[in-house]
Nanobody
Framework: QVQLVESGGGLVQAGASLKLSCAAS????????MGWFRQAPGKEREFVSR????????VLGDSVKGRFTISRDNAKNTVYLQMNSLKPEDTAVYYC???????????????????WGQGTQVTVSS
């Protein structure tokens, strides 16, 4: 089992920055691919970003490329999402998730992930 707890959300104005954190406890954090997803009211859960177990490989969703950065600190069992130039359309509940490595899996799909945090609300006003 892995327990994930997100923090860092809040209410900001458009153009501002926020840094989300996701602290993991339980089994070995470095053994998991970590992802960030978000869900706005009335919409499906959307892939935001993912990072490999070592942090050497990252992927960003098209809607956040050039503005968001994902990173991880395996010594602190934490994954981060740095969000810059926030837009009102970034408003959502942001979730972090952990997945074991599975050959052929699509890590941009929520269904791939084994463990989820409770989410943190990000609201961007115009």
């Amino acid at each position: 089992q892995v327990q994930l707890v997100e923090s860092g959300g809040g209410l900001v104005q458009a153009g501002a920055s926020l840094k989300l954190s996701c602290a993991a406890s339980g089994r070995t954090f470095s053994g998991y691919i970590m992802g960030w997803f978000r869900q706005a009211p009335g919409k499906e859960r959307e892939f935001v970003s993912r990072i490999s177990r070592t942090g050497g490989s990252t992927v960003l969703g098209d809607s956040v490329k050039g503005r968001f950065t994902i990173s991880r600190d395996n010594a602190k069992n934490t994954v981060y999402l740095q969000m810059n130039s926030l837009k009102p359309e970034d408003t959502a509940v942001y979730y972090c998730a952990a997945s074991s490595l599975r050959f052929g899996s699509n890590y941009e799909r929520a269904e791939t992930y084994d463990y989820w945090g409770q989410g943190t609300q990000v609201t961007v006003s115009s």
